[in-house]
């Protein structure tokens, strides 16, 4: 495997005491470079006639690659290290967001009106109309985050308390993306009846539902019940999220090599949550011939194992992943690192397209076929075409609470969709840009618009 690119996830800060003589901070820049660090802002804290302290901002690749980088620098002769602090951890210290009031309870009568005795003929408005709930609290405008913490991005089953920093950067995304409240709510329990009653109960104070991170297939189930069973829009962001900016970045990578959803082979390696939705959307949009594998192999109608999403998807032929991508125009990865091989790639067909979106190491690393395909894509920052579900979750529920929209509906995927894709223009649309970046503050406001017209065809638009 090829090593991975330094980034910000592994990002150190790391203060040093130096001589101040010529030549010594090259030293230690020289020893940083020859460990494979990368260097960002250099402060210069202390100085004086003998002795300078300095402050470096240091990416790593891993921790161990952290560690090998501070090694280095402790054997720089006459350096001394003082501190060294993971910019991550600093960054989550204390939680990462937090509740404000809008308006300030600056006298008597401020507080009259916000709380007793000023509220209570808010509370008999909306017993009289329930429907003024909208507009009289946060209802409109909040998302609950659930997540049972089976399923945290791609280190299992942590629990609810290790699920807790990934809810709170989610809520984050809403906030800066859409300008959306929404709260993570961890459940301790991992029962799916149990899960679905919990939602059920605190349901009066949301808007909408955001599930993250439960596991496959309890997923589906609880999606399915809570989509039927509450008057909110849910959305599984691990399952559609993931689904929306894939198909996005396939329609602009099919325009780009000039072929037709409905003529190419698409191979999915992946069949959980994010697999299955992206093949049910895909198919949905047109795709005719998809073969979809699991760790054991395609998903074959002799396999006697298949879960009832995996047997929708079963196939005639059998065999293993590398069987399933020759002559194959698409691969999309939602798995494991390392699976997909040059090889393997060497027998799909010419112009192919390679989805490969574990994270954070890739099914294949870019590196290893930089010329055996036509369009590459992954699920890090630091490669091309980064498909992110950030360009997805924020417009849609931004779009389905300003119309008010009962639920979501397939449609209004397809249309966010496209909503996404047509941010790339004809004249920018180049095989390392297929797919509008996540701070395009063109993304959410336009993919809010194609949901809430999409709403509106379905008949789920309350307003």
């Known amino acids: 495997m090829v090593h991975l690119t330094p980034n910000p996830s592994f990002s150190l800060t790391i203060s040093i005491e130096l001589p101040n003589t010529p030549g010594m901070l090259a030293s230690v820049t020289h020893a940083i470079a020859l ?6 802002q250099i402060n210069l804290l202390q100085h004086t006639r003998k002795l300078s302290r300095r402050e470096f901002v240091v990416d790593a690749s891993s921790t161990e690659h952290a560690e090998e980088i501070v090694a280095s620098i402790k054997d720089v002769p006459h350096v001394k290290v003082l ?3 993971d910019r991550t951890f600093d960054l989550h210290r204390g939680g990462k967001i937090g509740m404000q ?11 009259a009106m916000a709380y007793t005795p000023g509220v209570g003929r808010i509370c008999k408005a909306i017993a009289e109309d329930p429907q003024q709930v909208f507009s009289l609290t946060i209802k409109s405008n909040t998302v609950a985050i659930i997540t049972d913490g089976s399923a945290v991005l791609g280190l299992g089953n942590l629990g609810p308390e290790a699920a807790l920093p990934v809810m709170e950067g989610k809520a984050m995304l809403f906030k800066e993306f859409a300008g959306i409240d929404a709260f993570p709510i961890c459940l301790d329990t991992q029962d799916t009846e149990e899960i679905i009653a919990t939602v059920k109960h605190i349901a009066p104070v949301f808007g909408g539902v955001n599930l993250e991170d439960i596991s496959a297939p309890r997923c589906f189930e609880i999606e399915k019940r809570l989509r039927e069973e509450l008057e909110i829009p849910v959305f599984h962001d691990d399952q559609h999220g993931t689904a929306i900016v894939t198909l996005a970045a396939l329609f602009n990578a099919l325009r780009l090599v000039k072929r037709e959803l409905e003529a190419v082979k698409i191979v999915i390696n992946g069949a959980g949550a994010a697999g299955v939705a992206i093949a049910n959307l895909i198919l949905h949009s047109g795709a005719r011939s998809i073969i979809m594998c699991d760790s054991k192999g395609i998903l074959s109608r002799q396999r006697t194992d298949l879960n009832p999403q995996k047997q929708f998807f079963a196939v005639d032929q059998e065999g ?21 091989t040059p090889e393997m790639v060497r027998t799909m067909n010419e112009g192919a397209i390679i989805f490969a979106m574990a994270n954070p190491v890739p099914e294949i690393q870019p590196e ?15 490669y091309p075409n980064q498909i992110n579900n950030v360009l997805a979750f924020p417009g849609i529920f931004r779009g389905a609470l300003d119309c008010r929209a009962r639920k979501i509906t397939t449609n209004m995927y397809v249309q966010a969709a496209s909503a996404i894709a047509s941010l790339v223009s004809v004249q920018d649309l180049d095989r390392e840009f297929i797919i509008p970046s996540v701070f395009d503050k063109r993304v959410s406001s336009v993919v809010s618009a194609a949901v809430q017209r ?3 065809e379905d008949g789920v638009a309350r307003r």
């Open 35 to 40: 460990r494979g660090g990368s260097i960002g």
């Open 83 to 85: 501190r060294v602090s």
């Open 101 to 111: 009031c809008r308006m300030p309870l600056t006298d008597q009568s401020d507080l």
């Open 320 to 340: 293993t992943l590398a069987d399933a991508v020759q002559g194959a125009d698409v691969f999309i990865g939602v798995s494991v690192p390392g699976v997909l």
């Open 368 to 382: 290893l076929v930089p010329d055996e395909v036509a369009v590459m894509a992954t699920g890090r920052s630091d």
């Open 454 to 456: 999409a709403a509106r």
